[in-house]
């Protein structure tokens, strides 16, 4: 059984894959829970890996994106094969605090300030930008980096670091731009 926020789908709002249909599997709960997070944290349902297949076998996407809270509080090898066997591109969107199941397709790994990462792999950072120091994150093992304005509330200032730092790609949140989930 794993804890569901909720199971939705929509377009990718943020990063690499922006624009791409997918199925989002919201896991309730987090170790971090970040000020800015827009997940419920306490909410959800218990859910058997049946019923998930079942819930994302109603969309036509073969991108499934793991979301959060935190996924990596919920998942498994065993769990991630079952997506592979249901035809998905399984992507993760992680704190990268926890060690992840090797076989996850695309990691996204949004760092938080102090915190120890547990990642060998991610295909791509995304940092959402507060005014923090950037530096620290440009050594990680990524091919790309992504630095997202906070809620979309300092578009102009993030604007400014990636003009500082083009390493970085600018991420908005279109799906809160465009007004869809």
């Not at 990063?15 to 709960?29: D, E, N």
């Not at 349902?45 to 109603?58: A, F, Q, S, Y």
């Not at 036509?60 to 591109?89: N, Q």
């Not at 930008?129 to 091919?143: H, K, W």
Request: aromatic letters at 8%; hydrophobic letters at 35%.
């Amino acid at each position: 059984m794993r804890k569901i926020n909720e199971i939705f789908y929509s377009l990718q709002g943020e990063g690499y894959h922006t624009g791409t249909p997918a199925v989002f599997i919201r896991f309730s709960g987090c170790n971090l829970k970040c000020d800015f997070c827009d997940t419920r944290h306490e909410e959800g349902e218990m859910m058997t890996d049946e019923d998930i297949v079942n819930e994302i076998g109603k969309y036509p996407a073969v991108m499934v994106i793991l979301t959060g809270g935190e996924p990596s509080l919920w998942i498994d090898d065993a769990f991630i094969d079952l997506l592979h066997r249901a035809g998905k591109y399984v992507c993760i969107e992680t704190n990268g605090t926890k060690p992840l199941p090797v076989a996850i397709d695309w990691v996204t790994c949004s760092p938080k300030q102090g915190v120890n990462l547990a990642l060998n792999r991610m295909d791509e950072v995304k940092v959402v930008y507060e005014g923090q120091n950037i530096d620290v994150y440009e050594q990680l093992p990524a091919e790309h980096f992504f630095l997202q304005p906070c809620s979309c509330n300092n578009t102009a200032e993030t604007v400014d670091c990636v003009m500082r730092h083009p390493k970085w790609r600018l991420s908005l949140q279109t799906h809160k731009l465009i007004n869809i989930l």
